[in-house]
């Protein structure tokens, strides 16, 4: 009785587990582009095409071993004369062609997927995408001047918009993944890669870094929105404009200690002082889900630690350790609060 309930159970906790990695943020099990369809298409050939080929040897093995043990000893075939078995060419040839049916259908599949790959769709939007250890500079690449948007670890994406993600790397090799949307491609020092994703879904994915790039890498993450078309234009005229002046004390004192202190020589914060290029662009951080690369919640509490100690949340980060009194924090944390 209790071995039955716990097979029950641990059968249970198995389909449960199952069904949770076919749905998610950050799965390709669930694809919400047409790229990540596409690959979705190959995934599904190829399980049911190794599937069937595993379980047919499976069976061969264990019809063979039954037919070794019925033969009497006197008449274990020897090799000259069970290849002129007329019943066993046959198999041997049924299993041939079988192997040669698997073999093209699989290269059928991926020659039309990766040709379905290669076609980025109409009217892209352009996205330059700049690996770092460890985090993702994301400039938008509008038709002016005006229209470009430098952000950082988020990116937006209409729905059914192809967009082009232009990749490179400013240190070692990274890898931008977005299971739901598309495939890998690295992020190479010194080359350029692209990648074309156009989104069928709307929704928040998780993307990951999924090239071992250092200490960091694991939280190496971003946060991909995918919206309608006017909800994406509504974001982009936010992005492109300047930040908003502080209006109170507190959020003045924070913008002069950020433009005086070390802050100032990483991060660039449009419309001020602050035109860092080393860290993350800060004009809209509130904007963000999350800070330090996908790493924590974009809350006040968050940020605070963040600033107060960069290495004790990540360790090995670039981002130092600034010297501020817990005033000069609380003023600078209420500062980049209103950076919306
Ligand atoms: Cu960047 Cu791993």
Redesign the pocket.
């Known amino acids: 009785m209790m071995r039955a309930g716990a097979a029950r159970l641990t059968g249970c906790a198995a389909a449960a587990l199952g069904l949770a990695a076919c749905s998610g943020v950050q799965t390709m099990l669930d694809p919400a582009g047409r790229q990540a369809q596409d690959i979705d298409v190959v995934w599904r050939v190829m399980l049911a095409v190794c599937g069937i080929m595993y379980l047919l040897v499976l069976g061969f093995l264990a019809w063979a071993l039954a037919r070794a043990r019925q033969a009497p000893p006197d008449r274990i075939p020897i090799i000259g004369e069970t290849s002129a078995e007329p019943s066993l060419r046959r198999g041997l040839v049924g299993w041939t062609a079988l192997i040669a049916a698997g073999l093209v259908l699989l290269t059928t599949v991926s020659f039309l997927v990766d040709r379905s790959l290669a076609d980025v769709g109409p009217a892209p939007i352009h996205i330059k995408v700049t ?1 770092n ?2 985090w993702w500079n994301v400039e938008y690449r509008g038709d002016a001047p005006s229209e470009n948007v430098t952000t950082a670890n988020e990116l937006h994406l209409p729905l059914g918009r192809p967009a082009v993600i232009e990749l490179v790397s400013n240190d ?4 931008f993944w977005v299971p739901n949307l598309s495939g890998k491609t690295d ?1 190479i020092p010194g080359r350029t890669n692209y990648l074309a994703v156009t989104p069928k879904r709307t929704g928040a994915f998780r993307g990951q ?6 200490f960091q ?2 939280k ?1 993450a971003f946060d991909v929105v995918v919206e309608p078309k006017a909800q994406w234009e509504a974001w982009m005229a936010r992005q492109t404009a300047a930040a908003a002046q502080p209006a109170s004390f507190e959020a003045t004192l924070g913008q002069s200690l950020f433009e005086s202190k070390a802050c100032v020589m990483c991060h660039r914060i449009q419309g001020t002082n602050a035109g860092g290029t080393v860290g993350p662009d800060l004009t809209h951080l509130k904007s963000r889900a999350h800070i330090a690369a996908g790493t924590l919640p974009n809350s006040r509490g968050d940020l605070q630690a963040w600033i107060a100690d960069p290495g004790g949340v990540k360790p090995g980060t670039k981002m130092p350790r600034v010297a501020l009194s817990s005033q000069e924090l609380n003023a600078i944390v209420t500062y980049l609060e209103t950076l919306t």
């Open positions: 690996a250890q460890w070692v090799i990274h890898s992020l870094c999924a090239e071992f790039c250092g890498h694991a190496m």
